[in-house]
Structures are given as structure tokens and as C-alpha cells.
């Protein structure tokens, strides 16, 4: 059985188990999906104050909370326990094209020529971690959501918003890979 757990499940198989959350989650109190929401959850019960964003019920949306810890613990044990030995396969053609912009080490799940402590200090590095998280919590804000929210929960309940925030954050993807990241690797 573990050996079956270590193995990339395909779509046929995990795009169903996430589909059918939804349906889990509606039938067992009209919980609605999403992980971004849970920031506002914290931040309303950890820093209590007069700011209205944060006076709700957050205590009514505490199941979220734990389902993002099952998230974080579950990513922590198969990091440890379920860990494939073997060196991370990338494309030639994507080695290739990384390899012009000065990224070759592949060793771990991302390249360390990008996310590192070390990088991190570097005007690339700020663009693409601080910027891009900014943009990242910035957009999901203004959109009312995250993509796991719109594109899983919004779309499968026919919600007219996320159709829309879904089509952006994939043109927004798409151009960021295609266009701008090329010219941030550049500089």
C-alpha cells in the first residue's frame, strides 16, 4: 500500500477525490472551500481588535483552520516518510531553457538558484519571493478568494465571480510564465 501512495496519482484519480469535497463539504454543514480565508480567520482570532473586517464569527469557520493544518501535517509526513530517493526529473527542454537564465541545480523540489536564503537578498530574488507574494495575497483579496476557492468550490457551485477570477488567474499565469519571468530571470 505505500508503495502505491509514493506514486504521482493521475488526474483520473485525484480530480475526482478533489472534486468530490465540494459535495462532502455542502452535504456536511454548507462548509465552503478555500484556504486564503483562513488568514482573516487567525488574524480575527489571534488579534482581537475594533477593525470590522475581523468582527465575525470566526470561531464558526474553525473547521477551515484545522483542515489547513491536516494540509501543513500532511505535506510534513510525506516529506519525511514518503520522500522518492530518486533525483527530480525535468524536462530537457526545460533544463535547457533554465539553464540560459543561469538555473541548473534541480536537486530539490524547487531550484536553489531561486528560492534560497541566499537568493532571497538578491534584487531577482526579492521580485519573485516578497513581489510575488504580495501580488499572490494582494490578488486573492481583491478577487474574494483563492484559486482553490474559485476554482474548485466557486466554479463546481456555478458562481458566475469565480469563472471570471478562474479565466484570470490562469491568463495571469500564463503570461507571467511566458513573459515576465523571463525578463525577471534576465536581470
Not at 489547513?68 to 516518510?81: E, K, N, T
Not at 519571493?129 to 494582494?138: A, D, N, T, Y
Request: aromatic share 14%; charged share 10%; net charge neutral.
Amino acid at each position: 500500500m505505500l508503495e502505491v501512495i509514493k506514486q504521482p496519482w493521475p488526474w483520473y484519480v485525484a480530480g475526482p477525490l478533489i472534486g468530490l469535497t465540494v459535495p462532502a463539504l455542502l452535504i456536511l454543514g454548507n462548509k465552503h472551500f478555500g484556504i486564503s480565508a483562513n488568514l482573516r480567520h487567525i488574524c480575527a482570532s489571534c488579534f482581537p481588535a475594533n477593525v470590522p473586517f475581523f468582527q465575525y464569527d470566526y470561531k464558526r469557520e474553525v473547521w477551515n483552520l484545522f483542515f489547513v493544518a491536516g494540509i501543513v501535517i500532511g505535506g510534513a509526513l510525506a516529506a519525511y516518510f514518503l520522500a522518492n530517493p530518486a533525483a527530480i526529473q525535468v524536462d530537457p527542454r526545460l533544463a535547457e531553457e533554465l539553464a540560459g537564465y543561469g538555473i541548473n541545480d534541480f536537486s530539490g523540489m524547487v531550484p536553489a538558484q531561486l528560492y534560497s536564503w541566499n537568493s532571497l537578498l538578491t534584487f531577482r530574488g526579492l521580485i519573485m519571493m516578497v513581489g510575488g507574494g504580495f501580488l499572490v495575497g494582494f490578488g486573492s483579496r481583491y478577487a474574494g478568494g483563492c484559486a482553490s476557492g474559485h476554482s474548485i468550490m466557486g466554479l463546481s457551485t456555478l458562481q458566475w465571480p469565480s469563472l471570471v477570477a478562474t479565466i484570470c488567474f490562469m491568463a495571469g499565469g500564463f503570461l507571467m510564465a511566458n513573459f515576465i519571468l523571463p525578463i525577471i530571470l534576465n536581470s
